[in-house]
Structures are given as C-alpha cells and as structure tokens.
T-cell receptor, first 112, second 117 residues
Framework: DAKTTQPPSMDCAEGRAANLPCNHS???????VYWYRQIHSQGPQYIIH???NNETNEMASLIITEDRKSSTLILPHATLRDTAVYYC?????????????FGKGTTLSVSS | GAVVSQHPSRVICKSGTSVKIECRSL??????MFWYRQFPKQSLMLMAT?????????EQGVEKDKFLINHASLTLSTLTVTSAHPEDSSFYIC?????????????FGNGTRLTVT
C-alpha cells in the first residue's frame, strides 16, 4: 500500500472548518483513501473513504485532487469533541483479508 | 452501521497469569479479524490477522505462543495473552470487515486496556 504523509499536529477554533491534508503521491489506480480518527483511549472510528471522486457524509467531506496524489479531510464545523488523532490510509480495494496500516496521523486540537 | 464489540474494556492481572480478550462483530459476519496493539503516544501496530476456521497470521516480532488467537466463528475472535509480563501492558484493539469485503471499511472495537502488575 502507498505511504501517506500528514502534518503531526493542527489547531482549529471551535465552529470553524478543519482542513486536514494528506499526501499520497505514490498512490496507485486501485487504492482507496480512508480516513479514521482516534479519540483518546478509544478504538479508531471510521470517517470516510473515496477513490477519486469527492465524497461527503454526515461527518465530513473528502476532497481528492485530480491526480490523486493528495487529499483533504474537511470537518465543516469543528467542535471540541472533534479533538483526536486523524489517520489517512491508502489501501488496495478488494483485499478483504488485509489490515489497515496506521501511520502517525495528525493530532487535531479544537479549542474554544 | 457495523459494530465491533470488545470485552473487557480494561483488565488488571498479575505477572504470569493469562488474560483473554474477546472481539465480536455484532451485526455482521467477518471471516477475518485483525488485532492491533498500541503503546502510549504511539500509533496502532498490527499484531496478527485472525482467520475463521484456520490459524492466525502473525506479524514479524509477535510471538504466536504468547498471543494465542482463536477465531471459532464468523462473529467471534479471541486474543489470549499468556504468561503476561508488565511489558505486555498496552491497549489492545480488534477490528473486522463485513464479509462483502472489497472497499468496505474496517470497523474497530473500543479497545482493551491491559495492565500487568
């Protein structure tokens, strides 16, 4: 699976949009981009994933560049409860038997 | 949505004893479950892949005789830490994916905090 690069930490004011970048310049055509987050002392929580089109759900939006070499996770109105470590992971599809490999992620701190 | 339940959420045991952690997929079936370990201020590290009805596959450096994995059904995998030592104290997390596989996301349990005294 392709490697990803994320900034180690970011700050965001409550109520503002949080834009978390991820570089995956070696991504291949059949690799999806997944985003998870981990709140302290809990298991990772799935947020969103996509292949090449932008995706949106009730939690966030995922913007993938046209060349697919980078993506941005957008939390439109960050709250204090969004403070967590956010992981961007790329993974080949149709490999149900393979795990996700986690990098160091981005620690997002939302403050009032 | 898919839910993975882990039990217990925290356990304290004495050195030399064994501890069993259960991982259940509550509303879906999973032929494969994954076990991770996380030390403080570090990321999740994959320990092993648990396959229903067959032997688990362990990552390099993980002792299979120390971390016994049993995946007896499509909804249950167990991790037993045998002869626990203080250095085994960690946060253990399991995950599973629905049988449909493909690009469906992995779902994670809420982890088990193991403290070995």
């Amino acid at each position: 699976d392709a490697k990803t690069t994320q900034p180690p930490s970011m700050d965001c004011a409550e109520g503002r949009a949080a834009n978390l970048p991820c570089n995956h310049s070696t991504i291949s055509g059949n690799e999806y981009v997944y985003w998870y987050r981990q709140i302290h002392s809990q298991g990772p929580q799935y947020i969103i994933h996509g292949l090449k089109n932008n995706e949106t759900n009730e939690m966030a939006s995922l913007i993938i560049t046209e060349d697919r070499k980078s993506s941005t996770l957008i939390l439109p109105h960050a709250t204090l409860r969004d403070t967590a470590v956010y992981y961007c992971i790329v993974r080949v599809a149709n490999q149900a038997g393979t795990a996700l490999i986690f990098g160091k992620g981005t620690t997002l701190s939302v403050s009032s | 949505g898919a839910v993975v339940s882990q039990h217990p959420s925290r356990v304290i045991c004495k050195s030399g004893t064994s501890v069993k952690i259960e991982c259940r997929s509550l509303d879906f079936q999973a032929t494969t479950m994954f076990w991770y370990r996380q030390f403080p201020k570090q990321s999740l590290m994959l320990m092993a892949t648990s396959n229903e009805g067959s032997k688990a596959t362990y990552e390099q450096g993980v002792e299979k005789d120390k971390f016994l994995i049993n995946h007896a059904s499509l909804t249950l995998s167990t991790l037993t830490v045998t002869s626990a030592h203080p250095e085994d104290s960690s946060f253990y997390i399991c995950s599973a994916r629905e049988l449909t596989g493909g690009n469906s996301p992995l779902h994670f349990g809420n982890g088990t905090r193991l403290t070995v005294t």
